[in-house]
């Protein structure tokens, strides 16, 4: 089993188990204190006996899976089964399950008695390599992606790739997305990804490179934990993603990211200065990782305008992309409005 440690300015410590059995976790955890775990339906249908056979007498809630309950609705019902159980302050809520259960769980943690422990035992590949790491958690609210949420980081996330198992090809692909995202940031992860193209729904692949994935992110979420500056740029391929994503409600989240990459790495090639083997060897690397994927019918000119509601424009009227530029490297891109929607429908016509 491999630890990574992330600290924060405010001498948080949070650490990440990679390769840890879970079960055995869950159960160490709950012989020593009292929680709750939070989970959604398809995984308490997955793994309900195993969780039960861990977590003996230990409250348990799940919310209907899916992102459009990942709302307000499902975190005030959360809370309300959290304060039915009788959870104290020095308590644990666990987030069993995939990026919506962590976000929802996360926040709720946070605001319980204005913060309880929390412990996340992601259960994709995408909530192992992202959501779960980092202290982001969110409900989505009045149409906008994560627009309500919190900094709140867990004390463990236990990553155990025996859940990849079960995982539908289409949940690979979600994952993949921000798996190729950190390698577009990083050379060597970008370098190892290239060299294994035709490896990148081998489990045991996946198993290997996840612990290199997250001690990527944390490094960059120990360096500045609030999004303030460096933290930024895990928002590569984001802007045009979420875009994407609200606009497609086919594709799952990884799948827009690695649109959104796409796109973002022909935004970049049409307006800086570029290494242009590099963008398209990533943009190689995004089709690959999108393979059996659909290409859904979008109008442009609407999903450009749900970037308008992205967080991370700074000026109204402008849209805020992080794009890579070379091996390691990416920029800020910020574009007036009507000169993202001409690029981003021309190149979703082109290139995607």
Known sequence: MTTVVLHTERAEESVVHCGADAWEELSRLFRTRRGFVFTDENVLRLYGDRLR?????????AM???????????LFALLREVAEAGLRRNDTLVALGGGVVGDVGGLAASLYMRGIACVQIPTTLLAQVDSSVGGKTAVDFCGVKNLVGAF?????????PSFFATLPAREIRCGLGEIVKHGALDASLFSLLSENGDR?????????????????????????????????????????????????????????VLYGILAEAELARRRLPCDGEYLGALKALCRRALAGAEKPALDAAKAARLALLDKKNAREGEIVCTVPVAAGEYRMLSLPFEEYVREFKEIWEELC
């Open 152 to 160: 709140k980081q867990p004390t463990d996330v236990y990553a155990d």
């Open 53 to 61: 056979a861990a977590a003996p007498g230990v409250p348990v809630w």
């Open 64 to 74: 209907p899976a899916g992102e459009a309950h990942k709302n307000e609705t499902t």
């Open 200 to 256: 990148l729904t081998d489990l045991t692949f996946l198993a290997d490179i996840v612990p290199r994935n997250i001690a990527f992110k944390a490094e960059v979420v120990r360096k500045d934990p609030h999004e303030r500056g460096l933290r930024k740029c895990l928002n590569l391929g984001h802007t045009t993603g979420h875009a994407v994503e609200l606009s497609a409600e086919t594709l799952s989240h990884g799948e827009c």
